[in-house]
């Protein structure tokens, strides 16, 4: 089975811009997550989506947004980009959620000048 | 809420020499607990994943872990470091029914020849 994949791998951004990262997880997984990677704060939880529907969410301002498509394929919005959003985003999926294991792709690396 | 406490941001053990990474965790309901490993510029793969059939569980490239929930730690070890094993390592807590995961800050592991 193919693994979770993330699109794209590097992305590079002014502030004030938007972007839009990709994640598509494993075949016949339902559950999709996100996290926010920076060297000061961690691994830190942006929200969870299972069956189109957001399920969960961390504490990030409204800037953060994401949908989830009916394939399970899901994206994650950034606007008006600030210089602290520069981090590495994880997709993480999982069968049903709910403390199952999740499996992360790669990441997508963006930086914000 | 949950937490998770990794002890020591760094260790560097020898080629050879067991590897010790602590790991506590809080959590008011029985907790899922796992253990990733990062290599640089990927995402996150998981060693192996506590859910209380077992209190030592086994994982990939010769890893383990043992809960101990009067201690509330999932500390892992591998009796003999590989240079490969070279990594940062993040324990992570779930409950069930949530798929939020909280992550420890990390551990980075130093190998040396």
């Known amino acids: 089975k193919a693994g979770v994949t993330q699109t794209p791998r590097y992305l590079i951004k002014t502030r004030g811009q938007q972007v839009t990262l990709s994640c598509s997880p494993i075949?016949?997984?339902?559950?999709v997550s996100w996290y926010q990677q920076t060297p000061g704060q961690g691994l830190q939880f942006l929200f969870e989506?299972?069956?189109?529907?957001?399920?969960n969410k961390g504490n990030f301002p409204g800037r953060f947004s994401g949908r989830q498509f009916s394939n399970s394929r899901s994206e994650m919005n950034v606007s008006t980009l600030e210089l602290g959003d520069s981090a590495l985003y994880l997709c993480?999926?999982?069968?049903?959620?709910?403390?199952?294991?999740?499996?992360f792709g790669p990441g997508t690396r963006l930086l914000v000048l | 809420a949950q937490s998770v406490t990794q002890l020591g941001s760094h260790v560097s053990v020898s080629e050879g020499a067991l590897v010790l990474l602590r790991c506590n965790y809080s959590s008011s309901v029985p907790p899922y607990l796992f253990w990733y490993v990062q290599y640089p510029n990927q995402g996150l793969q998981l060693l192996l994943k506590?859910?209380?059939?077992?209190?030592l569980v086994k994982g990939i490239n010769g890893f383990e872990a043992e809960f101990k929930k009067s201690e509330t730690s999932f500390h892992l070890t591998k009796p003999s470091a590989h240079m490969s094993d070279a990594a940062e390592y993040f324990c992570a807590v779930s409950s069930s029914g949530y798929s939020t995961l909280t992550f420890g800050k990390g551990t980075m592991l130093l190998v040396s020849p």
């Open positions: 075949s016949g997984h339902r559950s």
């Open positions: 506590y859910t209380s059939a077992a209190t």
């Open positions: 989506y299972f069956s189109e529907t957001q399920r």
């Open positions: 993480a999926s999982s069968l049903e959620g709910g403390g199952e294991t999740q499996y």
